[in-house]
Every structure is written in structure tokens, then in C-alpha cells.
């Protein structure tokens, strides 16, 4: 008979194990919502920390999976809550996204629907594609009566077939003309879904023809999360919920781009050139900060001021656990005794 090993719990941060763990470390990872800020309002001791830290020569890094800004966006918030914080020290879930498309060869010319916000869209130019959708198709609305045919963008040859078919005389200049027109006119060849506040159902529509009509369309989601701080007092609906909609509609489970996925830390490993066993990556989810540190290889830190409290963490039925808990980021300058 076997014995299973006991499972490893999380060490509580404390006097004693604060400073091994620091000295070990060359960079901290840090998740924003609900780790660095809450909505617009800096949890208490944030700045503190992040000048302590870089004052000993951490190297410093915010992972978001929030992609409802770009990397600019993000660095302007961080300035306006008096941060100092640059583009290249951040990573978001909507620079994934437009990276990974870049990666595997995404043709520019063709086009990809946002189901999110200006971030997505905004990276998307910077690498080079053009969005559809997002904060512009917000007010957009569908019309649910006999004889409404919702149009998407549509291939090349889903548009040529159905001419041709209604008119027999155009499949001469079909042949003769296929070449010139497919160099010509650009499809949707890929759906990003991200945190979308003006989520709709002209949205979801667009997206579900896209991904179900247009051949090799890609499903994109730049994280699943289930909720976020996306204000100070409360939680709101997150990514994962806009993602839900769209694998229902279209049966089609989506390329995640943001944490846990480790596909960020490529980019990571590349710029900076650290080791992951000497990252910590510190968030306050147990399903995508915290797994992300692990699947990547880094140590492990949960805060407790975002999401998970201790009793979803200490819960018998949550098979991830962290390295180290504590209450939140500016705990650490207490326990260094700083």
C-alpha cells in the first residue's frame, strides 16, 4: 500500500524566514489589482516597499492580467499614484496577447476582433495589427426580428462562394480575379476576449460568427480570472466571465495568454536574463498568480489584501499552495525591520 506524500502547506512570513527568503531573491514579480492598488486607491505601505526593495537592488516587475490598459496606460496610472514605474517593467495580459500573435505569424493583414478594452486595442497597433470592436461597438446593439441577418467580416471566400452561387456569371471573374482580391481584402483571423465593462451581445454575436464561420480564426483570452478589484470596496465580474460567454457560444475552448500561463515569462526570461528560482512572484489569487510562480518556477508569495482570504487558503479542498502568505506587500518592511 502506498502512503500519498503529505501536502506542503504555506509558511506564514515572519521574522525568521523573511530575510533568507530576500537575500535568495534578485527580482519581485508583482500582481497590480489587489496587490499593488484596489480600483484607483494604493493599498497602504505600497510605495514603501517598492523603494525599499530597489534600494537593495531588486529587480521589479508588475504582471497584470487586467488588459483593460496597455503597457503606456498602466505606466501613466503608476506615475498618477506617485509610482515610478516604466513600460518596460510592465507586463498586462493585453501585451500578451498582441505578442503572441506576433510569435506565431499572425498575417498583419488580417484583422482581429476585440471583445475588451482600449488596451488590447492599443498593443494590437503597436505590433503592427488592426483591431475591431472594443470601447467602439460598446453602444452597438442587435436587432432580434424575422428576416435579420447579423454580418460579420467574413473570409474572403465565404463572401466570394455565396456571389457566386447567387449569380452564375461571376465564377469566371472568381478564378480569374481570386489572386488580386485575397491579396486585398483582409479577414478577421482571430477573436481576443479580455475584460470587457461594455460587454453586449452585438459582441458576443461578432465574435461567435468569427470564430464558428472564419476558418482557422483563433480564440484568443487574455486571462480567465473570475473576479477582480476593479474598485476599492468590492469585487467586480472579471475576464473569466466575457470568456465563459464565448466558449458556450462557440464550443470552442480559448489560447490563454495570461497568467497562469507561463507565456509572458518567456518574454521575461528574455529581457531580463534572472534565473526563476530567483523570482518571487507575489499576487493575491491562488488560481493564476500563484500557479503562474509555480508552473514558471519561481517562489511563491499570497497577499491577502486582494481576493483570497485565509480561509480559502487554509481550506482543506485548494490543492495550490503558496511558499509564503502574508497579509499584504508592506508587511515585508515590518519583518526586514525597516
Not at 514579480?29 to 484607483?40: A, N
Not at 488596451?119 to 483591431?131: D, H, K, P, R, S
Not at 475584460?195 to 470564430?211: E, S, W
Request: charged share 20%.
Amino acid at each position: 500500500m502506498t502512503m500519498s506524500s503529505p501536502k506542503r502547506l504555506a509558511q506564514l512570513l515572519s521574522a525568521h524566514n523573511t530575510r533568507p527568503l530576500f537575500d535568495s531573491l534578485e527580482a519581485f514579480l508583482f500582481d497590480c489589482d489587489g496587490v499593488i492598488w484596489k480600483g484607483d486607491k494604493l493599498i497602504h505601505g505600497v510605495p514603501q516597499t517598492l523603494d525599499l526593495l530597489r534600494s537593495k537592488g531588486k529587480k521589479l516587475v508588475f504582471v497584470t492580467n487586467n488588459s483593460t490598459k496597455s503597457r503606456r496606460q498602466y505606466a501613466i496610472k503608476f506615475q498618477s499614484l506617485g509610482l515610478s514605474v516604466t513600460e518596460d517593467e510592465i507586463f498586462s495580459s493585453s501585451f500578451a496577447a498582441a505578442m503572441y500573435l506576433k510569435v506565431n505569424n499572425f498575417p498583419q493583414q488580417n484583422k482581429v476582433y476585440v471583445i475588451g478594452g482600449e488596451g488590447i486595442i492599443e498593443e494590437l497597433q503597436l505590433a503592427g495589427y488592426t483591431g475591431l470592436g472594443g470601447p467602439e461597438d460598446g453602444e452597438k446593439r442587435v436587432q432580434l426580428k424575422s428576416n435579420f441577418l447579423f454580418e460579420h467580416d467574413k473570409t474572403v471566400m465565404y463572401h466570394l462562394a455565396y456571389f457566386c452561387w447567387r449569380n452564375p456569371f461571376l465564377f469566371i471573374y472568381f478564378f480569374c480575379s481570386l489572386k488580386l482580391i485575397c491579396c486585398s481584402i483582409s479577414q478577421v483571423g482571430a477573436v481576443v476576449v479580455g475584460l470587457d465593462p461594455d460587454i453586449n451581445y452585438y459582441k458576443l454575436q461578432y465574435g461567435t460568427l468569427c470564430i464558428r464561420e472564419n476558418p482557422g480564426c483563433l480564440f484568443i483570452a487574455t486571462n480567465r480570472d473570475a473576479v477582480g478589484h476593479m474598485t476599492d470596496l468590492q469585487e467586480w465580474p472579471g475576464a473569466g466571465c466575457m470568456v465563459g460567454a464565448m466558449c458556450g457560444s462557440t464550443e470552442k475552448e480559448p489560447i490563454v495568454v495570461g497568467k497562469p500561463s507561463t507565456f509572458m515569462m518567456e518574454f521575461l526570461l528574455k529581457k531580463f536574463q534572472i534565473d526563476t528560482s530567483k523570482m518571487c512572484m507575489v499576487g493575491d489569487r491562488l488560481d493564476t498568480d500563484i500557479l503562474f510562480g509555480h508552473n514558471a518556477g519561481c517562489k511563491t508569495l499570497l497577499v491577502l489584501s486582494g481576493v483570497t482570504t485565509q480561509s480559502t487558503l487554509q481550506d482543506p479542498s485548494n490543492n495550490i499552495q503558496p511558499d509564503y502568505y502574508t497579509g499584504k506587500i508592506s508587511d515585508i518592511l515590518d519583518l526586514l525591520g525597516q
